[in-house]
């Protein structure tokens, strides 16, 4: 029980600054779009790497030492497009909460874009492989109870962040809000792939 609240308490903590990932499941809550696929695609990916982290984490490090840099510079050339777009559409303006699912987007260009916010993310990585993986191996024998504690608060985030954001839709009934939010994505997203580009 004690390796599984440190994992939830790692887990949680590493996951709760406002990241790429945690941004658009926030955008996608407020405009209640997929929610379900949404927060499920984070948490399962989560679950995926933490799972990696925990048990394998030691040899893919020794077998492939050229997997960290890759990440590192083509997550920063993704994270500075989204952060375009994101500035572009605070730029562009006109976007408003509207009930009743009005300019729904289709489910497969929302899930692959949220994919793409979860796998291409180097910081993804290295707080769920590297840095969950390196702590799993001080729990010995208890390290499936730390690792299940980390999926877990995954889990708790997401969904709570995902339904939890429509709590925020008096805000974003003003267009105001959205390109504020735009613009608050779009730091996120550079000052995320300048600090990828200075290693």
Do not use: K
Request: contains cysteine; positive net charge; aromatic residues 12%.
């Amino acid at each position: 029980m004690d390796a599984f609240i440190q994992g939830f308490g790692l887990g949680f903590g590493l996951i709760l600054a406002i990241g790429a990932q945690n941004a658009f499941v926030l955008r996608q809550g407020l405009r209640q779009e997929h929610v379900l696929p949404v927060v499920l695609a984070c948490a399962l990916s989560d679950a995926v790497l933490i799972t990696i982290g925990v048990f394998a984490f030691g040899a893919i490090s020794t077998l492939a030492p050229a997997l960290v840099p890759a990440m590192r510079w083509g997550g920063a050339a993704f994270l500075l497009a989204y952060g375009a777009l994101s500035f572009r559409n605070a730029w562009r303006g006109g976007e408003v909460l509207e009930p009743g699912g009005a300019g729904v987007r289709a489910l497969g260009p929302v899930l692959a874009t949220c994919l793409a916010l979860t796998w291409l993310n180097p910081h993804v990585y290295l707080d769920t492989v590297v840095l969950i993986g390196s702590v799993s191996s001080t729990f010995g024998e208890a390290r499936p109870a730390f690792a299940a504690g980390a999926v877990a608060a995954s889990f708790t985030f997401f969904f709570s962040l995902g339904y939890g954001a429509r709590l925020l839709q008096p805000v974003f009934a003003r267009p105001q809000s959205w390109r504020l939010l735009d613009v608050l994505i779009g730091c996120v997203m550079w000052s995320i792939a300048v600090g990828l580009i200075r290693g």
